[in-house]
C-alpha cells in the first residue's frame, strides 16, 4: 500500500526518490490544500475509498494516509465478504 501511495505521491507531486511514512504531509512534503485534495482524489480514485472530512482532518503524515486507506479498504472488502 505504501508503495502504491509512494507512486501517486512522485507522479502527483513531483516528490523523487522513497517517501519516509512519518514525513508530514505539510510541513516535510509542502503539501498545500489544493495538492492535499488532488492527493486525496487520486486516492479515492485509485484504490475505489472514500474520505470524509474528519478523516481529511487527522491525516497529517504519509502513514496516517496509509492507514487511513488500508481501513477503508479493509471495511469495503469485509462488507462485501459478508
Do not use: N, W, Y
Not at 482532518?57 to 465478504?81: F, G, K, P, W
Amino acid at each position: 500500500m505504501l508503495t502504491a501511495i509512494e507512486e501517486i505521491g512522485r507522479r502527483r507531486l513531483h516528490v523523487d526518490g522513497a517517501v519516509d511514512p512519518t514525513a508530514h504531509l505539510v510541513r516535510d512534503l509542502g503539501l498545500d490544500s489544493l495538492k492535499q485534495l488532488s492527493l486525496l482524489i487520486e486516492i479515492e480514485d485509485r484504490f475505489c475509498v472514500a474520505f470524509d472530512d474528519l478523516t481529511d482532518q487527522r491525516i497529517e503524515t504519509v502513514q496516517d494516509l496509509v492507514d487511513a486507506v488500508v481501513t477503508r479498504v479493509s471495511t469495503r472488502e469485509d462488507e462485501t465478504t459478508a
